[in-house]
């Protein structure tokens, strides 16, 4: 697809597990992940609260909490091992190589300086630059995600949550990283200002090659921003593949579910369907396909065996046991007396 | 026989807002305070007129701060107008007070955003439930305990036994959020309103809560008035749209009219802003 340079990709993550110890036992949060991304490749990982996409996002930059450890699986990046590399290169990698736009990011500026002596600082400390060289920079990147660079000498409180993000995304650009992970960038916002910064992220992709990491749970967003897509589930990817791919000829039940969730004002539709349930105990998580209890298709093998992600289309993996059935899974799924077996949630 | 037909006429009209206002006053910052100016007044709802009949439900589309939850807590006598009337089932909200307020109080009933900041973590989901009950000294205990069982059962909360004595830490947020709705409705209300009860919901699941309000305000033939930044989810829920922007309300009609030929330029670029499920 994008970025076919020939000379591999920039980001290969093989086999990550990342767990926390809590007090009840080990959460396996991130389970067994792999994917790779390209030079300039947007991707979009997704899935519901809790199924390990902010994880997956801070083991590859390796901002995971106190209680959180890369426990297998490697991460390179580069050529290197972002997993095992000591926190003094780490620290070199990040802000100039890898950028995150964390979480509930309009909280992470800080609210006693301006956001152009914040910018600063990134410039200066952790990029060399000089001072007045820095300045332009700021005003370089405020142009590119579209601030006025007079606003600068604002506070945060000053701008709108649509405008703090905005200053964030730039942030992040500030060094010119080979990577952003931006995860739930616009989920705090209202419509028409997440369609603002939506653009503006749509603006940046067409003008630099960088690559994006981009986590949310709305599928919508992946559609407009993002060139490839990984849906996660309770700590595992359970379906990777094109944009195109994957919203017009999904396998997964879970994905399949998800498009009957999601109200669409271009082509409404006369009952939503929701995927009733829990996702499992990741303490102590199930046996087999860990989508099971909620999926309405489930047979006895997926309770028992766990279904490798396998090739159903060029580049296109799937980790379900019944991809062979997919076009009745398709009709099925369509079909609101499908998924009313289990409890609601 | 006219006079009787426009009686019910009237009758048919659970709600009527004209003129609706409502101005703050920000209290001096400062540095405002040393220059001595009055901060400007914000207009978060400035003159907002519609009417709704029984069993219709409108959608109130809007961008953060235009002013929907503001008309919304007027509409439920939680704020004061500045100016303007709000006529509920026949009063008007500005004289009710005594029995009348209470009565109203039962008949118009508020979905909250934030299920978790709705129900009081230390009750029991049976407690929360029958608290309205309790409130309005309506039934013996075993009449009460029988209308908890019921609305718990008809927001599909089942085995119903499961839930009565948890509390809300134990259940997942579209589950409390079907104790709020099951709250909401255990006084047999003619007026629900729903402030975004589904944005603090994983997407999986919301389809599921929408699916109960509406069948619950089609069974009980509820008026309905729905606020929510997505058109997306108003086109599925409700049958008239409201588009507000800056405290007014500058589109109303018909859902399907609204959406498939907008008049008002705003109304437009609110359509564009919902994210399309297709790929570019
Ligand atoms: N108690 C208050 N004091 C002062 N200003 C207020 C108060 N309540 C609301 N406002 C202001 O009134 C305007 C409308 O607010 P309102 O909460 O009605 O918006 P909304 O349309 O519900 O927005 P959202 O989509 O973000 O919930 C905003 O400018 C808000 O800051
Ligand atoms: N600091 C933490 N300590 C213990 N468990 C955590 C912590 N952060 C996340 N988890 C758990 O890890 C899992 C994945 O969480 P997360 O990566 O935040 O998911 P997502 O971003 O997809 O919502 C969840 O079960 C969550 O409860
Ligand atoms: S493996 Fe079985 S349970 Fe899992 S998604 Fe496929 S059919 Fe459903
Ligand atoms: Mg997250
Ligand atoms: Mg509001």
Known sequence: MMATTGRGPLLEVVDLKTYYRTRRGVARAVDGVSFTLAQGQHLGLIGESGSGKTTTGRAIIRVLPRNAEIVGGQILFKGRDLARLPERDMRDLRWREIAMVPQASMGSLDPVYRLGDQMLEVLVNRGGYERSAARDRSKELFGLVGLDAARLDNYPHEFSGGMRQRAVIAMALALDPALIIADEPVTALDVIVQAQVLETLRKLQERLSVSVIMITHDISVVAQTCDSVAVMYAGKIVEQGSVRHIFSAPYHPYTLGLENAYPNLAKPKDTLISIEGFPPDLVDPPEGCRFAARCPFAMEVCLREEPPLVEVASGHFVACHQTDKVDYLRIKSREAETWQRVAPV | ?280
């Open chain 2, 1 to 280: 026989m006219a006079a009787r037909g426009a009686s019910l006429n009237s009758a048919d009209i659970v709600l009527s807002v004209r003129d609706l206002k409502k101005h703050f006053q920000p209290r001096r910052g400062f540095m405002a305070a040393l220059r001595g100016g009055e901060a400007p007044v914000i207009k978060a709802v400035d003159g907002v007129s519609f009417e709704l009949k029984r069993g219709q439900s409108l959608g109130i589309a809007g961008e953060s701060g235009s002013g929907k939850t503001t008309t919304a807590r007027m509409l439920l006598k939680l704020v004061e107008p500045t100016g303007g009337e709000v006529v509920f089932d026949g009063d008007s909200l500005r004289d009710l007070d005594g029995p009348d307020l209470k009565a109203f109080r039962r008949k118009a009933q508020l979905m909250f955003q934030n299920p978790y900041e709705a129900l009081n973590p230390r009750f029991t989901i049976f407690r929360s439930v029958v608290e309205p009950l309790l409130i309005h000294a309506i039934g013996s205990p075993q009449e009460r305990r029988q209308r908890v069982v019921d609305a718990l059962r008809q927001v599909h909360l089942e085995p119903v036994e499961h839930y009565l004595d948890k509390h809300p830490h134990h259940l997942s947020g579209g589950q409390l959020q079907r104790v709020v709705l099951a709250r909401a409705l255990i006084l047999n209300p003619i007026f629900l309103v729903a402030d975004e009860p589904v944005s603090m919901l994983d997407v999986s699941i919301r389809a599921g809560i929408l699916n109960t309000i509406k069948e619950m305000s089609q069974r009980l033939k509820l008026t309905t008035l729905y606020i929510s930044h997505d058109l997306s989810l108003i086109q599925y829920m409700c049958d008239m749209t409201a588009v507000m922007y800056q405290g007014r309300i500058v589109e109303l009609g018909p859902t399907a009219q609204v959406i498939s030929d907008p008049q008002h330029e705003y109304t437009r670029a609110l359509i564009a802003a919902v994210p399309m499920l297709e790929p570019r």
